[in-house]
């Protein structure tokens, strides 16, 4: 059985509960999901099994250690990150990226620009229920793959001379403007 895993704090800002309502109620896919649940996901998950009593919906509720976190990317075939018009990163596509699974993502900001620009895996606008739907009937039957060789620009800048080199831009930085290096320079 494939597993989708939608991991970290959940609440409604994460896209969880748009996540749990657009799940393909006829899939054999499961989609896990690990991490402190909000209230409104609480809810989410009832109206859901209310509706579905069999779905394929499972729910570890709580903090997470990292063992949990690390079995749970371990176990999914797919990782989704579907926060609604997040801007910034995250740690889950971090994760992701590190265990080489797929991702299931929003297509905006950091998160869309990382999953196109090195060959993640399928960007959908969250915010859109269809679209949302659309995309995880697909990958339920299609499951979303990794271009390695787009990705290996990023795996290669991630490595611990360049960490160390970014620290000690960041802690000693003399006033000369030293850029930081960034993997999506040499795309084009």
């Excluded at 999914?76 to 596509?93: E, I, K």
């Excluded at 949302?132 to 787009?150: G, K």
Aim: charge should be neutral.
């Amino acid at each position: 059985e494939r597993v989708f895993l939608a991991a970290g704090e959940h609440a409604i800002r994460k896209g969880t509960h748009q996540l749990i309502a657009c799940w393909p109620e006829d899939s054999n896919a499961m989609l896990l999901v690990v991490g402190r649940c909000s209230k409104e996901i609480h809810q989410a998950i009832e109206e859901r099994r209310s509706r579905s009593p069999g779905d394929r919906i499972r729910v570890i509720d709580g903090p997470i250690d990292a063992d949990t976190y690390n079995n749970a990317l371990c176990a999914a075939d797919v990782v989704t990150v579907c926060y609604p018009r997040h801007f910034g990163a995250s740690g889950v596509l971090c994760g992701a990226i590190a265990y080489r699974r797929p991702v299931l993502g929003s297509d905006y900001g950091c998160i869309g620009d990382t999953i196109r620009s090195f060959g993640l895996g399928t960007a959908v606008d969250c915010r859109d229920a269809a679209a949302l739907r659309n995309a995880l009937s697909r990958a339920t039957i299609d499951l979303p793959t990794i271009e390695e060789s787009r990705l290996r620009p990023l795996t290669e800048f991630q490595t611990r001379s360049n960490l160390k080199a970014t620290i000690r831009n960041w802690m000693f930085d003399d006033g000369e403007g030293t850029s930081i290096p960034f993997p999506f320079q040499d795309l084009r």
